[in-house]
């Protein structure tokens, strides 16, 4: 299994910009899909978006397409999740996730390993 550890999370205003990064650990990482995925408080996880093992593909929700972007650095066992032009509906814990399989994955039931989470907080 993989372990992830995020980073990166912080308070910015509304149209600011923040980097998230979740390093892994073992050795699958780069044969892993990825994903990132966020919850508010009172409300469910969500998915955010999500990667194939090398990089190829992509795949947002309909609600950050357009402002977020996902990508991995495999030689660091990393991957990113650059959030433009933040919103206050942002606000949440985000989470890192390793798929159970190479490809783009949504649901929960998809991943195996979870990162601790990372708050991202966007004032008005």
């Known amino acids: 299994q993989v372990q992830l550890v995020e980073s990166g999370g912080g308070l910015v205003q509304a149209g600011g910009s923040l980097r998230l990064s979740c390093a892994a650990s073992g050795r699958t990482f780069s044969s892993t899909g990825m994903a990132w995925f966020r919850q508010a408080p009172g409300k469910e996880r969500e998915f955010v978006a999500a990667i194939t093992y090398g990089g190829t593909n992509t795949h947002y929700a309909d609600s950050v397409k357009g402002r977020f972007t996902i990508s991995r650095d495999n030689a660091k066992n990393t991957v990113y999740l650059q959030m433009n032009s933040l919103k206050p509906e942002d606000t949440a814990v985000y989470y890192c996730?390793?798929?159970?399989?190479?490809?783009?994955?949504?649901?929960?039931?998809?991943?195996?390993?979870w990162g601790q989470g990372t708050q991202v907080r966007v004032s008005s």
């Open positions: 996730a390793a798929a159970k399989r190479p490809w783009i994955a949504t649901m929960g039931t998809d991943f195996e390993s």
